[in-house]
């Protein structure tokens, strides 16, 4: 398996943001996304109905928590990196 620092400088770039709804759509207040969202940003940032869409469909890997950090972690995880 490889280590986080190789897996990051192969998936750069990579987003980390804090959610608008504060977790109530996407179930934590930070969102790490191994890419970049520009494409999906508007859709996060969205209405209530759009964004509560948008999370109940998503299906590509991403990390949540309360803070930046935590929610990288929560990521590698996921993707088993670490």
């Not at 996060?44 to 299906?59: G, I, K, P, Q, R």
Request: aromatic fraction near 14%; proline fraction near 4%.
């Amino acid at each position: 398996m490889e280590n986080v620092n190789t897996w990051l400088s192969r998936r750069y770039p990579l987003t980390i943001i804090r959610d608008r709804y504060n977790g109530i759509y996407s179930g934590g207040d930070w969102i790490a996304f191994p890419f970049r969202i520009a494409e999906i940003l508007v859709v996060v940032n969205s209405n209530d109905e759009d964004c509560m869409a948008f999370w109940e469909n998503y299906t590509e890997a991403y990390g949540l928590s309360k803070s930046p950090d935590a929610a990288l972690s929560d990521l590698l995880d996921k993707m088993m990196i670490i």
